[in-house]
C-alpha cells in the first residue's frame, strides 16, 4: 500500500471553490495509486474567530475548554471535506484527533503528540482509499481534547507521515515553497528549491509560520521528506530534508521575523548567585518561553535583566516579576511590546566569518536601532523596533544577495 500524506492549510480550504482544488489535487494522487491520508487546518480565518469568541465569553478562558472550541474549526473542515470526496464517489471518512487516536500530553493549547495508533491507522486505511483528518489536535491520557499550538496541523501532518512510514509529506499552501524570506513582505523573496531541517527549524522558530516548528522537528528526528508547495497551482515546491554538502555553498539562506515579541526589562536586580534562577524558574513553571536574554556588566552588586517573552504573556510575566521584586532587589520592572525580531539564517555561516558584520552594518545604513543579539552556530537575531521590520527584512535580504540566484549548487 502507497500512501501519501497530504495537509492543507487554512486558505486552501477557505471555501467551496478552494475545497474543490483540494478534492482535485486528492484525486490526483488516488488515480496515481496512492492512498491519501488528508490532514487539514481550519478554514480560514476560523481559529481566530473562535479565540474572539471565547475572549467574549472570559477574561481567562479556562484552557481545556478553550481546546474545545478550537478543535470544531478542524472538525468542520475534515466533515465538509469528506462529503464532497464521498459525493464524487470516493471511499472516505473523516477522523477526528481523539478517533486515530493522536495521544498527547496535557499542554492543553500547546501540547505535544506522544503517540499514534499506527496499527488502527492502517487498518483503517485497508477499509477506504482517503482519510480526512482534523489537524492540530489530539488528546490526553483522559480522552480530553488537546490543541497543539498555532499552525499545528503541519505536526499533525508529519507526525502521521512519521507513524506510516509516508514516503513523504506534503504541505500544501497559500504559496509554492519555502523562500529566502516571507514572499508577501519582500517582493524579492526567491523560492528555495531544497532546505536542511537546521535551516528550516530555525527559519520556523525565529517566526517563518510556513512551517510550525515542531512540524519541523518531527521530520528531522524521523526522516520524513517534507514538500512544501501550492494547492493553488502545480509544480515543485521546496523540499525540506536531511543537509547536503551543496546546503553550505551559501552563508545566508534566508531572513526571519518575529513580531510576537515583548521586551521585559529588570533594572537593578543583585548581580549574586541565584538570582537568574529566582527570575526565570517561576516563568518557566508557569509554561512561558523567555527567548533573547542579555545581562548587562555588574555596577556596584547591581545590574539589568532584559529579556523577550511572547507579547500573549506580559500580563503573567509581569505579575510573576512583581511577586519576586523585592527579594530579587529589582528597583523597577520595565516593558515594551513594540518590538520585533529579525533574522538572518543559514548552515553556511558555520564556514563564512563576518556575516554579523554585514547584517549590523545594513541594519545601520538604515538607521535601526539593534536593542538585544543573540546567535547560534547558524543564526544572527537582532531585536528592533516593530515599525522597522519590513525595512530590516528588505535591507537584510538585500545585504546577504539573497534576491539573487543563490551560489548553492543544487543536487
Ligand atoms: P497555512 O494556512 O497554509 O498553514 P500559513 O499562513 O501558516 O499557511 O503559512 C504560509 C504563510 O507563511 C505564507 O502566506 C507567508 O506569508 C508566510 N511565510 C513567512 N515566511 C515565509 C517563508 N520564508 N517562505 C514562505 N512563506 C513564508
Ligand atoms: N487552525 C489552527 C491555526 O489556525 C491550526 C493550523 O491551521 O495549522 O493555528
Ligand atoms: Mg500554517
Same mark, same amino acid.
Given at each position: ?154 505536526? =499533525?501532518? #508529519? %507526525? ?7 514516503? /513523504?509529506?506534503?504541505?500544501?499552501? !497559500?504559496?509554492? &515553497? $519555502? ?73 545566508? =539562506?534566508? #531572513? %526571519? ?7 521585559? /526589562?529588570?533594572?537593578?536586580?543583585? !548581580?549574586?548567585? &541565584? $538570582? ?136
Amino acid at each position: 500500500m502507497r500512501v501519501l500524506v497530504q495537509k492543507y492549510g487554512g486558505t486552501s480550504v477557505a471555501n467551496l471553490e478552494c475545497m474543490n482544488k483540494v478534492r482535485e489535487k486528492v484525486l490526483i494522487s488516488l488515480d496515481k495509486g496512492y492512498k491519501v491520508i488528508v490532514v487539514l487546518s481550519a478554514m480560514s480565518g476560523e481559529t481566530n474567530r473562535l479565540i474572539d469568541l471565547a475572549r467574549q465569553w472570559s477574561h481567562r478562558p479556562d484552557p481545556c475548554e478553550m481546546d474545545v472550541l478550537l478543535a470544531t474549526g478542524e472538525q468542520t473542515s475534515v466533515s465538509l471535506f469528506a462529503m464532497l470526496l464521498k459525493d464524487c464517489g470516493v471511499k472516505a471518512r473523516s477522523l477526528l484527533g481523539f478517533q486515530v487516536p493522536i495521544q498527547t500530553d496535557k499542554s492543553f493549547g500547546k501540547a505535544r503528540i506522544l503517540d499514534i495508533d499506527n496499527e488502527r491507522i492502517e487498518e483503517i486505511l485497508e477499509k477506504y482509499d482517503v482519510l480526512v483528518v482534523a489537524g492540530f489536535q489530539g488528546c490526553d491520557c483522559s480522552q480530553r481534547i488537546t490543541t497543539l499550538g498555532r499552525g499545528g496541523s503541519d505536526t =499533525s501532518a #508529519v %507526525a502521521l507521515a512519521a507513524a506510516i512510514n509516508a514516503e /513523504t509529506c506534503e504541505i500544501y499552501t !497559500d504559496v509554492d &515553497g $519555502v523562500y529566502t524570506t516571507d514572499p508577501n513582505i519582500c517582493p524579492q523573496a526567491r523560492k528555495i528549491k531544497k532546505i536542511a531541517y537546521d535551516e528550516m527549524l530555525e527559519m520556523a522558530s525565529m517566526g517563518a509560520k510556513v512551517l510550525q516548528i515542531r512540524s519541523v522537528e518531527f521530520a528531522k528526528k524521523y526522516n520524513v521528506p517534507i514538500h512544501v508547495r501550492s494547492t493553488f497551482s502545480d509544480g515543485p515546491g521546496t523540499l525540506v530534508v536531511q543537509e547536503d554538502k551543496s546546503m553550505e555553498a551559501a552563508m545566508v =539562506s534566508g #531572513v %526571519a521575523y518575529d513580531k510576537d515579541q515583548a521586551r521585559i /526589562t529588570l533594572v537593578g536586580v543583585y !548581580d549574586e548567585p &541565584g $538570582v537568574a534562577a529566582k527570575i526565570f524558574e517561576p516563568i518557566s513553571r508557569a509554561n512561558i518561553v523567555v527567548d533573547m536574554i542579555v545581562q548587562n556588566p555588574s555596577r556596584e552588586g547591581k545590574t539589568d535583566m532584559t529579556f523577550t517573552v511572547p507579547k500573549g504573556n506580559v500580563e503573567d510575566t509581569l505579575n510573576i516579576l512583581k511577586k519576586a521584586q523585592a527579594d530579587i532587589g529589582a528597583q523597577a520592572i520595565l516593558h515594551d511590546v513594540d518590538v520585533a525580531k529579525v533574522t538572518v539564517i543559514g548552515v553556511g555561516m558555520r564556514n563564512h566569518s563576518g556575516v554579523a558584520a554585514i547584517a549590523f552594518s545594513a541594519l545601520k545604513n538604515e538607521n535601526i536601532n539593534i536593542m538585544i543579539i543573540s546567535t547560534s552556530e547558524i543564526k544572527i537575531s537582532c531585536l528592533i523596533e516593530e515599525k522597522y521590520t519590513e525595512l530590516a527584512i528588505r535591507t537584510l535580504h538585500e545585504a546577504f544577495g539573497l534576491d539573487q540566484e543563490a551560489p548553492r549548487k543544487e543536487c
